[in-house]
């Protein structure tokens, strides 16, 4: 059982950045996922949930969006008009049982991927 997390890296202010999150081992479907960040120096904070529906974090409404690809078992945040402080490692994880509504604050979830380094600078 494995999720893996992928498509950080360098990108100027303004722009935008798509992450992936890949399960294997079990389906993303039958989940609740969620994405999360750690910035230097801060707690790690969540970003976006999906299940039935979405959860997006005031700090990215308006500029993320989470979807889901059940044929690829993978979760997608699609991250726009990109600033300093969107740099992070982001984590995706999933869990069965969390609440959508409360899922941004939960970090208790099932299974973590290992990060992908954001990177927001000119």
């Known amino acids: 059982v494995q999720l893996q997390a992928s498509g950080g890296g360098l990108v100027q202010p303004g722009g935008s950045l798509r992450l992936s999150c890949t399960a294997y081992g079990f389906t993303l479907n039958d989940y609740v996922i969620g994405w999360f960040r750690q910035a230097p120096g801060k707690e790690r904070e969540g970003v976006a949930c999906i299940g039935a529906g979405t959860n997006v974090a005031d700090a990215g409404k308006g500029r993320f969006t989470i979807s889901r690809d059940n044929v690829k078992n993978t979760v997608y945040l699609q991250m726009n008009s990109l600033n300093p402080e969107d740099t992070a490692v982001y984590y995706c994880?999933?869990?069965?049982?969390?609440?959508?509504?409360?899922?941004?604050?939960?970090?208790?979830?099932?299974?973590w991927g290992k990060g992908t380094l954001v990177t927001v600078s000119s």
């Open positions: 994880a999933a869990d069965m049982a969390v609440v959508l509504g409360f899922c941004l604050e939960y970090y208790g979830m099932d299974y």
